[in-house]
Nanobody
Framework: QVQLVESGGGLVQPGGSLKLSCAAS????????MGWFRQAPGKEREFVAA????????YYVDSVKGRFAISRDNAKNTVYLEMNTLKPEDTAVYYC???????????????????WGQGTQVTVSS
């Protein structure tokens, strides 16, 4: 089992940047594919990005490709989401998730991960 705690959200102007962090408890962090999801007001939760257990495979939803970058540090039990060129439509609560499955990071986009953080608010507004 793993517990996840996100941080780094906030208010940023359009075109700005934020870096989210997700700290995981436990000694088996490297056994999990990690991902970020988001949910905007009145909308369903959507997949944003995922990274494989070793970090050699990443996958992004089309709307954030080229602007967001997911990374992980298995020594620190932490996964990151660096967000650049932010747009108002990126406004949402961002959730970190963990899933212990075999295969490429892309699979996380169609799965319902069993472990979730509490979420961190990202607001992009002038």
């Amino acid at each position: 089992q793993v517990q996840l705690v996100e941080s780094g959200g906030g208010l940023v102007q359009p075109g700005g940047s934020l870096k989210l962090s997700c700290a995981a408890s436990g000694r088996t962090f490297s056994s999990y594919t990690m991902g970020w999801f988001r949910q905007a007001p009145g909308k369903e939760r959507e997949f944003v990005a995922a990274i494989s257990r070793s970090g050699d495979s990443t996958y992004y939803v089309d709307s954030v490709k080229g602007r967001f970058a997911i990374s992980r540090d298995n020594a620190k039990n932490t996964v990151y989401l660096e967000m650049n060129t932010l747009k108002p439509e990126d406004t949402a609560v961002y959730y970190c998730a963990a899933d212990a499955f075999l295969g490429p990071a892309q699979r996380m986009s169609v799965r319902n991960p069993p472990y979730w953080g509490q979420g961190t608010q990202v607001t992009v507004s002038s």
